[in-house]
């Protein structure tokens, strides 16, 4: 602003300084003509040096309060300080905290890698001999089984009678005229009970410590399986077939069968990144009213009974068939064979000579 005014005045002198240089020239004898055409304004000066500063105005009225910028970013972590002196006397060490409370088990990891064979452990010792026994009485020379008893309810005393004695071993008699056939008895009727149930898709991986519920029906035309409960119910007392296919995937597999509340077998698997399989099966005897079921036995990380559109885990029972009748005149002799024979025709049929050696 100094600068501009300093050219200003300049300019102006310099105007002044003409106008006086024509006047003297016209006082001289000149005649005067008309006034000229004004000539091109000249070059700007050279800028003039700065002025000194002025006296400090008065503090201005102070500015409205602006608005809250953004937050700036975190600095940069300082150093360490370092260890503050302490001239007080180091304190008692206070005693031991009580423990936790146990948290809960983790999710089960990867399974690890197998491990080698172990090294085979030496033999036992060999056990002391139990005591002896009372010896039995001796029993007649020609002492036979008892109508209706099998070869295996002969108890040792008899036994003890029967060993080979060279002294008294006579020849074998011959064999006996063929009785008559007897009069046919009444038909017997058989009840029947079985079924054949599976898992699928959406009863996969069963809960733990209750009958599986499967909700696949393969076979269960008498209905004595239920699948609201997954027990089955005896309804006909004899001898029953259990069995049951698991197929195991993506968690390890402990299953028990269960008869009225108490687990008779377990069978366990252990998964181990693909599919397996695993199976178990059992012959019970059960009266009327008796309850046999399936469950897993081993918690949450043990029911990985899997079953899909090509995968299934079934559970399988069913009555046995009618044993064998022995003939009311069972015989039991010795041959030169040491061999206990039995006669187990069933009714009926001919022939049929089952040697059981001793």
Known sequence: MLQLGFR????????????????????KGCVCGHPGIPGDPGHNGTPGRDGRDGLRGDKGDPGQVGRMGAAGTDGHKGDKGELGMCSCPSGVKGKRGDNGERGPPGKMGPQGVQGPV????????????????PKGDVGLLDQRVPMGKSAFEVTEAFWDHWAPRQDIEGDRGLRGEKGELGEKGDTVVIPKSAFSVGLTATSKLPPVNAPIRFDKIIYNAQNHYNLQTGRFTCSAAGAYFFTYHITVYSRNVKVALVKNGAKIIHTTDTYQNSEDQAAGGAVLHLEVGDKVWLQVAGGELYNGLFADEDDDTTFSGGRGRKPLELRETTSLWLNNKNSCSVDVRKKGQEDNISDYEQ
């Open 8 to 27: 200003v005045t300049l300019l102006l002198l310099l105007l002044a300084a003409r106008c006086v240089t024509q006047e003297e020239t016209q006082n």
């Open 118 to 133: 172990g090294l085979k452990g030496n033999k036992g010792e060999l056990g002391l001999p139990g005591p002896q026994g």
